[in-house]
């Protein structure tokens, strides 16, 4: 009987044990605190925690409030912080998945402890475009496109300029080919010559072919051009005044 009566005591006071532990905590709500934030301090569920309250999740708490924690006595409990764990092959997985989810320079420097050098990028070399051979005041170029460019570098390689002025005339017919051409008897054959229409000032770039022939030397015709090369310059006339502008040694 004394058995008995002893073993409903303990009984007893395990009960009011456990119902004293299970007495709800108070907790007065932080800046900054959220019901998830407390719920994870206090080891409870967020839904437990807004049932014991009477209000519902959505809702969220406010600074200063006062709230119960059900429970058993709850204390704040220490929140595990996760830790760096460095990736190894031999890292346990459950180390693997608490650590910090952030690149870490020590790391990625021992990774790859050498900047990787990217190759130069090699020039393109333009084929297409002829060379242009200046051999004294010769060209062996046969395109009109490059005379001014030809005619310019003359200056820079020490050669002087003269001017000329006198009467032109042009070929009946068209020439094949290159058609920027000229016969001029005061610079020399293969140079490039700049002749200017003195009545529109129109300017074409042509290269010496040869003498002025001795029949329009006759008539006093100081260069002679193809036929394009006067259609360039605008010429009306069969005759027209231009200056000549040419390069030389002397």
Known sequence: MKKILATGLLFLVFCLLVEATQQPTKHVVKKG??????????????????????????????????????GSGNKPQAINKPVYVPSTSDTPWREEDVRVRT??????????PEPTIMPKPQAVVETSKPVVIIQGLKTTSSNAAEYPVIFNQYSSQGYKIKRDKGAANYLDEATSGN?????????????????????NHKTVF???????????AGSDITVK?????????????????????????N
């Not at 719920?39 to 519902?56: D, L, M, P, R």
């Not at 058609?179 to 009545?199: C, D, H, K, P, W």
């Open 103 to 112: 690149a870490m320079p020590e790391r990625a420097q021992a990774v790859n």
């Open 33 to 70: 605190e959220t019901l998830y934030s407390i719920s994870k301090k206090y080891g409870v569920t967020v839904y437990a925690i807004a049932k014991a309250n009477n209000f519902s999740t959505q809702y969220g708490v406010k600074i200063g409030q006062h709230i119960l924690i059900p």
């Open 225 to 249: 051009l193809s036929s394009k090369a006067a259609k360039d310059l605008g010429a009306l006339d069969e005759k027209f005044l231009v200056e000549v502008a040419s390069f030389s040694a």
């Open 179 to 199: 058609q920027n051409l000229a016969f001029y008897s005061n610079a020399e054959m293969g140079s490039v010559i700049r002749v200017t229409n003195l009545m």
């Open 206 to 216: 042509v290269k010496v072919i040869g003498k002025v022939p001795p029949i329009d």
